[in-house]
């Protein structure tokens, strides 16, 4: 799973034992101050929805950044529409809806300086954090 997301164009994916972490750029995906999937990025989520679809035993939460400029309430609230808006282009492309949650943490989480610009580019951002489930791990328990 984690090479063939690897392969989607802007994605970066990390692995931490048995969950994946796909991070997007948000520049990628939206237009400034949108919480709409650009055009040209509709094409890399439905890969990655492609993908999540074969992976039944998993569960996605999609979470949305953004960096500090800007009310704080406005922040969350935008980081939320972009979390849900990539949640429900996951939805529309295959995933299981119940596999799926959506939560924004608007500049509560910065990976890099806020007070740099490529500091805030970084820290606007969507994460895909995937997990293998509790029940498939369940089962795999039984089975060890």
Do not use: C, W
């Not at 796909?22 to 237009?31: C, G, H, N, P, Y």
């Not at 808006?85 to 509560?108: D, Q, W």
């Amino acid at each position: 799973q984690a090479k063939e997301l690897e392969e989607i164009e802007g994605a970066a994916v990390t692995r931490e034992g048995d969950q994946l972490m796909v991070t997007f750029d948000s520049a990628i995906l939206f237009d400034v101050d949108s919480s709409a999937l650009r055009a040209a990025s509709v094409d890399l989520v439905q890969r990655m929805a492609d993908v999540l679809a074969r992976y039944q035993e998993t569960d996605i939460l999609v979470m949305g950044h953004t960096d500090s400029t800007g009310p704080e309430e406005y922040n969350m609230r935008l980081s939320e529409r972009r979390a849900e808006s990539v949640g429900a282009a996951l939805r529309t492309h295959g995933v299981t809806a119940s596999r799926i949650r959506a939560r924004g943490y608007g500049e509560n989480s910065p990976v890099a300086d806020n007070a740099t610009i490529p500091g805030r580019q970084q820290n606007r951002r969507v994460e895909v954090d995937i997990r293998v489930n509790e029940e498939f791990r369940a089962r795999a328990a039984g089975q060890g």
